[in-house]
Structures are given as C-alpha cells and as structure tokens.
C-alpha cells in the first residue's frame, strides 16, 4: 500500500488525473466527501487530503510515503525529503513585487519592509542571495494588500497569470524562481517500498512524456 499527501485543492486534481492516465485507478480519491483518507485497497493507494504547506511535513515524518506539492512550499519548509519529479503543472513564479517606480531602484530602499506569505524563501534570497537586510512582515493572504496600504514597500509572493498584481496597480520587480508542482518520496520509504514507488514513478515520467509529446504535436 502506498500513501499518498495531495495538496488539497486544484493540485490535487491534477495529480488524480495524471495518475489515472500512468494507469493508477484512483476512484477513491474522487469519492466527493470531506473524508480526509481515501483508500482502495485493491488499488494498493491510500489518499489523504492535506493543507498544501503541511505536506512536505506528512512525507519527511513517513506518515505519507509520497505527496505532491508546489515547490514554493518545498522552498519554504525546507524539509529532509528526495524531490523526485517535476510534474509540470501548477506552474507559476516566485517574485518580489511592488509598484513599478521601484523598478530597478529597489537596492537603494534601506531596511525595506518586505511582507510575504513565505518568510523563509524571503529571508533566503534577501538576506543570503543579495546580502540586504530587510524587515520580513508575515501575512498569511491578500499579500498584495500590503504595499497599497503602506505596511510594506514591497511583497514576496507567487504570480501565475499576473491579474492579481495588474488589477492592484503591481509589477514584478525581480524574478526568485519558477515554481511548479513536484513529487516528493519520504526517504526511508524510498528504500523499504522501492518495490512499489519505483514503478509508480517511473509511470508517471512515461505519462510526463507521453503528454509532452502530444503537445509538441498539437504545435
Ligand atoms: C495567489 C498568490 C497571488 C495570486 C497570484 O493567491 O498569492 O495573490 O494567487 O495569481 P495571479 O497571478 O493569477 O493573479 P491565492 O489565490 O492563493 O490567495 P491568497 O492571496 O489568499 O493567498
């Protein structure tokens, strides 16, 4: 038996859908409820239905042998797991944001208050990667609220389509990394289920591939 951490919301489905396609029946996990384990065991798959942020928690603990999650959550909990594939999807990038007259002018601002949903890949690229000192606000939503309103000069937050930031008058101002979804393996499981994750992920790189291709045709 395999236990799975889905991200609960649209990376789930995803997930479902690509696992279904590597030919893994899944119908329990589709089962429209608000059970937070969904197991088949004749499928050999246990689900259970996670806050995106605890799953990386879920697998490094063994309480799921694998999870799916965005990599900005990975990037924040910074947890000991194997990061195994790239799923593709869920695609989008970390960025720090503001409005656009800090373009190119965001290094003169000293001690900047930066608010983010994501404190640690904050203080990772400002403190680490540009060797600034800033003011790190926590916010759990809404981030883009924060420098409209003067709590922050700036935000360190995901941008997918950019609507958010354009109907707030916000640009992207630097580029932290690109984000999309990945699978990640608990370690010991990794070595005492081989026998079961090795062929579930070599199915899904087949799938990965096999849906790449059609793309390309599409093209
Ligand atoms: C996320 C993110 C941005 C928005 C980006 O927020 O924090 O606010 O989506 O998407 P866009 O570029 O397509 O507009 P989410 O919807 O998760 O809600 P939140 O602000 O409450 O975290």
Redesign the pocket.
């Known amino acids: 038996m395999i236990t799975i951490a889905l991200s609960k919301g649209r990376l789930a489905d995803q997930t479902l859908l690509l696992l279904e396609d590597a030919g893994y029946d899944c119908s329990a996990a589709k089962e429209d409820s608000r059970k937070l384990i969904l197991e088949d065991a004749e499928a050999g798959l246990r689900f259970i239905m996670a806050k995106p942020a605890d799953v990386p928690t879920y697998v490094e603990y063994g309480a799921a042998d694998i999870g799916v999650v965005g990599k900005d959550t990975l990037m924040e909990e910074n947890r000991q797991l194997y990061e195994v594939i790239d799923l593709g999807f869920g695609a ?1 990038r970390m960025c720090v944001c503001g409005p656009e007259r800090l373009r190119g002018n965001l290094d003169r601002i000293p001690n900047k208050r930066v608010a983010s ?1 994501y404190p640690n890949i904050t203080r990772a690229y400002f403190e680490k990667t540009k060797r600034e000192s800033v003011e790190i606000i926590k916010l ?5 609220l924060a420098p409209l309103v003067g709590l922050a000069e700036v935000i360190v ?9 354009r109907e707030n008058g916000l640009d992207v101002l630097e580029v932290i990394a690109d984000i999309s979804a990945r699978l990640v393996v608990n370690r010991v499981a990794m070595k005492m289920k081989s026998g079961e994750i090795m062929p579930m992920l070599e199915a899904i790189r087949a799938q990965l591939g096999k849906d790449k291709e059609e793309r390309g045709q599409q093209l």
């Open positions: 989008c949903k759990n939503g809404s981030v883009e937050d995901i941008v997918e389509s950019g609507r958010t930031l």
